[in-house]
């Protein structure tokens, strides 16, 4: 990867968004035809908007020439900032030395939503940003790639819980934990949206499974849609099974 291809980090590229839109807005012209402009595809601009992918460089480069304005922070000002070393209130104002027993790879496992009796296999990144002093997680190894989610960590003191966040443009998807048994793993619930038949959209919550990977032989079918006869479909579907069975989550049915 050259240079001007290289992603932006994180928050670099939430300062160079938030940017964007303030241009637009004072511009008042369209995505579409900043990304004419630029010579960019819209894809690329909405998905870089949204967080849901970061900015390169020369994405940066292009669109501060069709804006006519500098999006990136001077590097004299940025080495003289000093980075936070607490996370947000709103977000337990935990240090890094505080959870650094979260960072890791984690095999995730959900229900699967498209085929019943099996299980929705990934991998979660759980790593430190220095630049906002928050974590964040990133998805990966998802057959369904374009849904991977990212986002910030809450480590609220008072509940004694874990909250992986995802906001996009206002959605968001929650998945509540408990703290990591002495192996390390996280067991809760996942509340998100279900695509259904065309672009309908239905609220949706089932149990949720985080267990670190080096708990775990990862291979190369470990992720996935892991159905019955699968050689872990037995040891995956005991720990989703753990969520109500060991009560880290309660489901409460509708009276009868």
């Given at each position: 990867?050259?240079?001007s291809?290289a992603?932006?980090p994180e928050?670099q590229?939430?300062?160079?968004?938030?940017a964007?839109?303030e241009?637009?807005?004072r511009r008042r012209?369209?995505?579409?035809?900043?990304?004419?402009e630029?010579?960019i595809?819209?894809?690329?601009?909405?998905k870089?908007?949204s967080g849901r992918?970061?900015?390169t460089?020369?994405t940066t480069?292009?669109?501060?020439e069709a804006?006519?304005?500098s999006l990136?922070?001077?590097?004299a000002?940025e080495?003289t900032?000093e980075?936070?070393?607490h996370a947000?209130e709103e977000?337990?104002?935990?240090s890094?030395e505080?959870?650094?027993?979260?960072?890791g790879?984690?095999?995730?496992l959900?229900p699967s939503?498209?085929?019943?009796d099996?299980?929705?296999?990934?991998r979660?990144e759980?790593?430190?940003?220095?630049?906002?002093?928050?974590?964040?997680?990133r998805?990966?190894?998802r057959i369904d790639?374009?849904?991977?989610?990212?986002g910030?960590?809450?480590?609220?003191n008072?509940?004694?819980?874990?909250?992986?966040?995802t906001?996009?443009?206002g959605q968001y998807r929650i998945?509540?934990?408990?703290?990591?048994?002495i192996?390390?793993e996280m067991?809760?619930?996942?509340?998100?949206?279900h695509s259904?038949?065309?672009?309908?959209l239905?609220?949706a919550?089932?149990?949720?499974?985080?267990?670190?990977?080096?708990?775990?032989?990862v291979?190369?079918?470990s992720?996935?849609?892991i159905?019955?006869?699968?050689?872990s479909?037995?040891?995956c579907?005991?720990?989703l099974g753990?969520?109500?069975?060991?009560?880290?989550?309660m489901f409460f049915?509708?009276?009868?």
């Amino acid at each position: 990867m050259s240079g001007s291809d290289a992603e932006l980090p994180e928050a670099q590229s939430r300062a160079i968004a938030q940017a964007v839109r303030e241009a637009l807005a004072r511009r008042r012209i369209s995505r579409q035809t900043l990304a004419d402009e630029a010579r960019i595809s819209i894809s690329t601009l909405e998905k870089a908007l949204s967080g849901r992918r970061p900015f390169t460089l020369a994405t940066t480069i292009r669109l501060e020439e069709a804006l006519g304005v500098s999006l990136r922070e001077p590097g004299a000002r940025e080495s003289t900032v000093e980075s936070p070393r607490h996370a947000p209130e709103e977000l337990g104002a935990y240090s890094r030395e505080g959870v650094s027993w979260l960072e890791g790879r984690y095999l995730t496992l959900r229900p699967s939503f498209g085929a019943p009796d099996a299980i929705f296999a990934y991998r979660t990144e759980i790593a430190w940003e220095p630049e906002t002093a928050r974590l964040t997680f990133r998805e990966a190894e998802r057959i369904d790639a374009p849904f991977a989610q990212s986002g910030f960590v809450s480590v609220p003191n008072l509940s004694g819980q874990i909250y992986l966040v995802t906001n996009w443009q206002g959605q968001y998807r929650i998945a509540m934990l408990c703290r990591p048994t002495i192996r390390g793993e996280m067991y809760g619930v996942l509340t998100t949206l279900h695509s259904g038949r065309g672009s309908h959209l239905t609220p949706a919550a089932c149990p949720l499974a985080l267990i670190p990977e080096r708990e775990v032989a990862v291979g190369a079918d470990s992720y996935g849609r892991i159905a019955p006869g699968h050689a872990s479909y037995s040891t995956c579907r005991e720990a989703l099974g753990r969520v109500s069975e060991d009560a880290y989550a309660m489901f409460f049915a509708c009276p009868a």
